[in-house]
């Protein structure tokens, strides 16, 4: 094969080569309907977890209200002395508030008392109160009940304005009737000038 030849055959290989070029990747492009696909998806997940930590708080708290109806219960005892409504009960979680001497004004820390109470009583809306006022034995028994009936009163209408209807509300006096201390000094004195509160009805 001549010099002429040869280079025809070289030009025909260079213009095969150029002509077949590298072989080019396949790219794989993500269809846009797949997309959509998957947020759907992706959606309905999360909407379905949202739904499962409303349902377990729903759950846990229903559980912390049950516990706290127990504890409530259990609290109950029935009052040995029947009031004049017949058996009425007692509960260790309603606390008692304090009078100064011949004064029916709450003061400033039993007011956190009464908002104690009325909290718990705002859970349980068909419990009937009573709320008792009690004095200690110094002046005579028909001032000692006016100021009772004051001071029994005066708790009421607080309890009143932390939400409490009035249906659930009644008062009532002893006087110095009832003494929770039966000593004759300071000391028994200042725990007899109470408001009391009874349970009525569950």
Same mark, same amino acid.
């Given at each position: 094969?001549?010099?002429?030849? $040869?280079?025809?055959?070289? $030009?025909?290989?260079?213009?095969?080569?150029?002509?077949?070029?590298?072989? #080019?990747?396949?790219?794989?492009?993500?269809?846009?309907?797949?997309?959509?696909?998957?947020?759907?998806?992706?959606?309905?997940?999360?909407?379905?977890?949202?739904?499962?930590?409303?349902?377990?708080?729903?759950?846990?708290?229903?559980?912390?209200?049950?516990?706290?109806?127990?504890?409530?219960?259990?609290? $109950?005892?029935?009052?040995?002395?029947?009031?004049?409504? =017949?058996?009425?009960?007692?509960?260790?979680?309603?606390?008692?508030?304090?009078?100064?001497? @011949? #004064?029916? @004004?709450?003061?400033?820390?039993?007011?956190?008392?009464?908002?104690?109470?009325?909290?718990? $009583?705002?859970?349980?809306?068909?419990?009937?109160?009573?709320?008792? =006022?009690?004095?200690?034995?110094?002046?005579?028994?028909?001032?000692?009940?006016?100021?009772?009936?004051?001071?029994?009163?005066?708790? #009421?209408?607080?309890?009143?304005?932390?939400?409490?209807?009035?249906?659930?509300?009644?008062?009532?006096?002893?006087?110095?009737?009832?003494?929770?201390?039966? =000593?004759?000094?300071?000391?028994?004195?200042?725990?007899?000038?109470? =408001?009391?509160?009874?349970?009525?009805?569950?």
């Amino acid at each position: 094969m001549g010099k002429k030849g $040869l280079a025809v055959l070289v $030009l025909i290989l260079c213009v095969g080569l150029l002509l077949t070029g590298c072989p #080019k990747k396949t790219v794989m492009k993500e269809e846009p309907s797949m997309r959509k696909a998957e947020e759907p998806v992706a959606e309905r997940e999360k909407a379905a977890k949202l739904e499962a930590e409303k349902e377990l708080a729903r759950i846990r708290e229903e559980e912390a209200k049950k516990a706290t109806e127990k504890e409530f219960e259990k609290s $109950l005892v029935a009052k040995k002395e029947p009031g004049i409504a =017949g058996e009425v009960f007692e509960s260790r979680l309603l606390k008692d508030i304090h009078f100064d001497f @011949d #004064k029916y @004004d709450i003061r400033p820390g039993d007011t956190e008392i009464l908002k104690e109470n009325a909290a718990l $009583l705002m859970k349980y809306p068909k419990v009937k109160i009573q709320v008792e =006022g009690h004095c200690d034995e110094r002046g005579t028994s028909e001032y000692n009940l006016a100021l009772g009936e004051r001071r029994a009163n005066a708790a #009421k209408k607080y309890l009143l304005s932390l939400g409490i209807s009035t249906d659930r509300i009644s008062s009532i006096s002893y006087g110095e009737e009832k003494p929770l201390d039966a =000593g004759h000094n300071e000391e028994a004195w200042s725990k007899n000038r109470r =408001g009391h509160i009874v349970i009525l009805s569950k």
